[in-house]
């Protein structure tokens, strides 16, 4: 019974765990987030059928392990309704510090820059932050 | 027996939403996110301080209801160790539609507006995304 009765609470564990991976809900205050911008623009493409299938599994699966958790915001517009938005896509990488970020991009950087150009034609802005809240 | 196991179950379950919320851990797909980007730059001013402890407060007390989560994030560097991070800031808001930001600041939109000039005197980019992941 005592038994039955963890098994129980690790199997539910283990889902809640997995729902919040999936929907980025695990983030913690002072964790690294490092934003990618692509910036929308006159001639600016985008091929966001690529980016999710192929593009971002490719970045999870290199930086497995370092990789806490991704996020991505699709442009809707500004801030007035109708206004274009400044950007086209959002992606957010967490990292539980800096160290493990450069760690795992000094090793696996290279190939992730190289399968920009099979989607996009922005140069993407990118910026890394301290999760304050 | 089994009316205990579902009680527990109930227990368990309750505590991870609530975790889920204390963090800002709620997002779902498909909800609309507000970014509010505050771009750094020379002679650029953020007072972190009132910032944190009073605009903030005032947007979640002005919009509760409609605003379900928010997210403050500071700059550390660009991509590169040392380069400086484009932006000094940057804010999420997440609502769960455009209507239900819109309506929110339609009616206190001027409020918070005529506070930025208490912290900064960085004009923000503003962008309305859905959260795709």
């Known amino acids: 019974m005592f038994v039955g009765l963890i098994m129980l609470l690790s199997t539910v564990n283990a889902k809640a765990q997995q729902s919040q991976s999936t929907d980025g809900q695990a983030v913690k205050k002072g964790m690294v987030k490092v934003t990618i911008l692509y910036a ?48 086209v896509v959002i992606c957010y990488l967490y990292f539980d510090n800096v160290s493990a970020y450069q760690n795992a991009m000094a090793v696996n950087g290279g190939k992730i820059r190289a399968d920009i150009s099979n989607y996009t034609n922005i140069q993407p802005v990118i910026q890394i932050s301290e999760v304050l809240e």
Request: avoid cysteine; charge should be positive; glycine fraction near 12%.
């Open 40 to 87: 929308s623009g006159e001639g600016k493409k985008f091929d966001m059928d690529y980016y999710s299938n192929k593009h971002i599994p490719m970045v999870k699966s290199l930086l497995a392990g370092a990789l806490k958790l991704t996020a991505i915001d699709k442009g809707i517009s500004g801030a007035a309704p109708g206004a274009p938005a400044p950007f």
